[in-house]
């Protein structure tokens, strides 16, 4: 069964700071990858995805994420983070031609002022 | 509606009764899914809906959890003699459940159980 791994559980950080979260799922064959968010009182909300082509996907809000099938990893990044991404976030995958969707274990973001 | 409606939103119950949670999906979504998230935990994969069969229900942890989906609309969560362990919010998320969107989930607010 395909199981994802996120590294940071915590993660706190000035604004302007860089951030990335790692993300390692276990799974043989093509997968879909996915990050998504959930903001403070809010319900969880897609933030990007990847499904094939380009390694590297844009998302929201100046999001980004690379895929490297050599690794099993999904990095979610932004080069400059801000008070309003503190969030909780959290990697997901789906194995391709299945609908089952796994998520990590969440990493919740505080972004300081 | 415009997005997945849960309800209750909140439930507080007495060890051993049963309990029985409804998820409204956003229409024409033919996929559905139910996911459990204990405090401080990732979400827990219960079971998921391709129209009105259940493919994988691999995650209920238990005979007391079961679940149906009518049409392609309306789902419910039951949990009989319901444990305080059964604590948790109880996400359902529904998906287009379309070829190159598989895995793209819009999630309601959630139904919080607490069980004393």
């Known amino acids: 069964a395909q199981s994802v791994s996120q590294h940071n559980h915590h993660v706190i950080l000035s604004e302007a700071a860089s951030l990335e979260l790692g993300c390692n799922y276990s799974?043989?064959?093509?997968?879909?990858l996915f990050w998504y968010v959930q903001y403070p009182g809010q319900h969880l909300q897609l933030l990007l995805k990847?499904?094939?082509?380009?390694?590297l996907v844009k998302g929201i809000k100046g999001f980004e994420a690379e895929f490297i099938k050599s690794k099993f990893s999904f990095n979610l990044r932004k080069p400059s983070v801000q008070w309003s991404d503190t969030a909780e976030y959290f990697c997901a995958v789906n194995p391709g031609g299945y609908q089952k969707v796994t998520f990590g274990i969440g990493t919740k973001l505080q972004v300081i002022p | 509606g415009a997005g997945v409606s849960q309800s209750p939103s909140n439930k507080v119950t007495e060890k051993g009764k049963d309990v029985e949670l409804r998820c409204d999906p956003i229409?024409?979504?033919?996929?559905l899914y139910w996911y459990r998230q204990r405090l401080g935990q990732g979400l827990e994969f219960l079971i998921y809906f391709q129209g009105n069969s259940a493919p994988d229900k691999s995650g209920l942890p238990s005979d007391r959890f079961s679940a149906e989906r009518t049409g392609e609309s309306v789902s419910t969560l039951t949990i009989q003699r319901t444990q305080q362990e059964d604590s948790a919010v109880y996400l359902c998320?529904?998906?287009?459940?379309?070829?190159?969107?598989?895995?793209?989930?819009?999630f309601g607010e959630g139904s919080r159980l607490t069980v004393l």
């Open positions: 229409s024409g979504h033919t996929a």
């Open positions: 799974y043989g064959g093509t997968v879909n």
């Open positions: 990847y499904f094939s082509g380009d390694p």
């Open positions: 998320a529904s998906s287009p459940g379309e070829a190159g969107r598989t895995g793209e989930l819009f």
